[in-house]
Nanobody, 122 residues
Framework: QVQLVESGGGLVQAGGSLRLSCAFSGGTFSAYAMGWFRQAPGKERERVASLNWSGSSTNYAESVKGRFTISRDNAKNTVYLQMNSLKPEDTAVYYC???????????????WGQGTQVTVSS
């Protein structure tokens, strides 16, 4: 069974940076497209960024374009989300997700991590 474990969340001031990591186990990592989602209090979960199995194709929500970068290291079974120029509205629980596909870049999330809290203070 696929397991995803996020790390790297925390409290940061507006304008600061954080890097989230998601460790993948229980399957062949390179067979999965990966993504990051977030959910703020009282709001629906939204997709932040995703990438295909090789990392050659990426997709971002408009709200994070130019500030966040998703990447993966298939040798380490890990996907990353580098978050720069953070804003208070980026405050949310961030979830890592995986879909078994070597075709898609945008994923819906078949497997999920437990989430990591990111809080951006103004």
């Amino acid at each position: 069974q696929v397991q995803l474990v996020e790390s790297g969340g925390g409290l940061v001031q507006a304008g600061g940076s954080l890097r989230l990591s998601c460790a993948f186990s229980g399957g062949t990592f390179s067979a999965y497209a990966m993504g990051w989602f977030r959910q703020a209090p009282g709001k629906e979960r939204e997709r932040v960024a995703s990438l295909n199995w090789s990392g050659s194709s990426t997709n971002y929500a408009e709200s994070v374009k130019g500030r966040f970068t998703i990447s993966r290291d298939n040798a380490k079974n890990t996907v990353y989300l580098q978050m720069n120029s953070l804003k208070p509205e980026d405050t949310a629980v961030y979830y890592c997700a995986a879909d078994l596909t070597r075709v898609a870049t945008i994923i819906s999330g078949r497997f999920w991590g437990q989430g990591t809290q990111v809080t951006v203070s103004s």
